[in-house]
């Protein structure tokens, strides 16, 4: 029972890593475009919301090509790992983000795009992994 507690922390906590992981990738590249095209204003929410799920799905399908095996297996487990991942990974983001920008208000847009770049990620990777 203990083997199988420890394995689902880790399975949960490796999706939850590489979501964070390709999350931070889409922002770098975000900012690196915006640096490349001089853009000083942030985009609409209509065009984050576009730029979240498709980010999100593409980082979903690459890193299929290099995890093609979903890490946690059971079909209740991995509904679950649908909602609290995204979840999870925007309040981190959202709280990396005050941080860094000196604030303590809880921004929900901030959190908004960055669960639906979860969602988006989680459920392309659920729906064409192995």
Do not use: C, D
């Not at 939850?16 to 390709?22: D, E, H, V």
């Not at 399908?61 to 991995?78: C, D, H, K």
């Not at 709280?95 to 908004?112: I, K, M, Q, T």
């Amino acid at each position: 029972m203990l083997e199988f507690l420890f394995e689902l922390i880790f399975n949960f906590f490796g999706e939850f890593l590489l979501q964070l992981f390709t999350e931070a990738l889409g922002g770098g590249f975000k900012a690196g475009w915006y640096k490349a095209t001089g853009r000083q204003h942030k985009l609409k929410a209509e065009h984050e919301v576009a730029w979240s799920v498709v980010t999100g799905v593409l980082a979903g399908l690459g890193t299929l090509y290099f995890f093609p095996e979903l890490a946690i297996r059971a079909p209740g487990l991995q509904l679950l790992n649908l909602l609290l991942a995204p979840a999870l990974a925007g309040v981190l983001v959202e709280r990396l983000r005050a941080w860094r920008e000196g604030r303590s208000e809880f921004s929900w847009p901030v959190f908004g795009f960055a669960a639906l770049f979860g969602v988006a990620f989680a459920g392309t990777r659920w729906m064409f992994g192995q």
